[in-house]
C-alpha cells in the first residue's frame, strides 16, 4: 500500500500515540498505535470520526479485543443497529452479525454472502447506517479482499447533464428486493419469517443526499438495495441505475483491502460501497460486524 500523507494526531499524543496515514487512492486511511484495550478518550474518538469523514474507510491493524470492547468502542459513534437476519447474531451479541463462510453441522455459522453485491449497508432502514466496523476473526490464505467505492468522487465526476437528471429524484431501496434475489442464488437463505419482512419495509430516500458532516454530495443507489428511482419508466430507471452502479465502481474509484490479522475496518456508509465476493468454503473466512446507526438521508 502506497501512502499519500502522514498525520500525527497532537491531541492522541498525550494519551495514545496514534497515527493515520492516508493510502494513496480514492478513499481510505491506516491507523496504527491505537490499541482498543486501553481507554480511549473523547478527543481520540473525535480524530478517528474526523478521519472517516474524510477518508471515507479506516484500518486499524492488530486489535486483539473480546466482543464486549468491539461493541463498546462502536457505540461511542453512536446507537447500534440489530441486523434483521437474528439467526447469524454472534451468541449474547444481537449487535454483533457474524459474517462468514463456514460451515458447522452442514449450516452456515454466519452470513454467507454478505458482500456479494455493491451496496451501502442498511440502506433500507428510513435511518441507514453511519457506518460499520468488522473485525476480522479467521483469514483465509488468499483472496477473501474487500473492494470500497467513494460515493462522493462519483457524484463529482458525473457528467452535469446526469447530474440535473437526477435533481429531485428519489428512489426505493428494499431488504427483500435484494434478499429474494440472493436467495435464488444461495440455497441456505430461508425463506424470511412475516415478522422479519414486516421490520424492513421498503423506504425512500433522495437519490443524491447531502453528507452531514462533511457537506459533500453523495450519489446514494446501490447495485444491492436499490430497485429503482422513482417517477420515471421502470425500463428507464434500470438503465439509468445501472449507468449509475458502473460509473460508482469504475477500477479508478475503488480502494481494495486485504486483510491482516486482527484488522478491524470501519467504513462510513454514508460516502462509500462496499463489496466482497463470495470466499470458497474450503477458504475459511469469519468477521464480526457492528453497524453504527445514521440519520435520515437529506
Do not use: C
Amino acid at each position: 500500500m502506497s501512502s499519500a500523507s502522514a498525520l500525527q494526531t497532537p491531541s492522541a499524543a498525550a494519551e495514545q500515540d496514534f497515527t493515520i496515514r492516508a493510502f494513496g487512492g480514492p478513499l481510505g486511511a491506516e491507523i496504527t498505535g491505537l490499541d482498543l484495550n486501553l481507554p480511549v478518550s473523547d478527543r481520540e474518538v473525535a480524530d478517528i470520526r474526523a478521519a472517516l469523514v474524510r477518508h471515507g474507510v479506516v484500518v486499524f491493524r492488530d486489535q486483539r479485543i473480546t466482543p464486549d470492547q468491539h461493541v463498546a468502542f462502536s457505540r461511542r459513534f453512536g446507537p447500534l443497529q440489530v441486523h434483521v437476519l437474528n439467526r447469524f447474531h454472534l451468541k449474547n451479541y444481537p449487535e454483533i452479525l457474524i459474517v462468514s463462510n463456514v460451515l458447522e453441522d452442514g449450516k452456515p455459522i454466519g452470513l454467507v454472502d454478505a458482500g456479494a453485491d455493491w451496496h451501502s449497508d442498511l440502506s433500507y432502514m428510513p435511518k441507514p447506517s453511519l457506518g460499520a466496523l468488522l473485525h476480522s476473526q479467521e483469514l483465509p490464505a488468499e483472496q477473501g479482499d474487500t473492494l470500497f467505492a467513494n460515493t462522493a468522487d462519483a457524484y463529482d465526476t458525473l457528467p452535469a447533464g446526469i447530474k440535473k437528471l437526477l435533481e429531485g429524484k428519489r428512489a426505493v431501496h428494499s431488504y427483500i428486493y435484494r434478499y429474494e434475489r440472493l436467495r435464488k442464488l444461495s440455497p441456505w437463505r430461508p425463506e424470511l419469517t412475516q415478522k422479519q419482512i414486516d421490520e424492513v419495509p421498503p423506504v425512500e430516500h433522495p437519490v443524491v443526499t447531502t453528507h452531514p458532516e462533511s457537506g459533500r454530495k453523495i450519489l446514494f443507489v446501490s447495485e444491492g438495495f436499490t430497485s429503482h428511482i422513482i417517477g420515471i419508466p421502470r425500463d428507464e430507471s434500470n438503465e439509468l441505475l445501472k449507468t449509475l452502479h458502473a460509473h460508482v465502481t469504475r477500477p479508478e474509484n475503488v480502494y481494495r483491502h486485504q486483510w491482516q490479522p486482527h484488522d478491524i475496518v470501519f467504513w462510513d456508509n454514508r460516502s462509500t460501497q462496499h463489496y466482497a465476493a463470495i470466499t470458497p468454503q474450503h477458504l475459511r473466512r469469519t468477521l464480526y460486524r457492528t453497524t453504527v446507526e445514521g440519520d435520515v438521508p437529506v
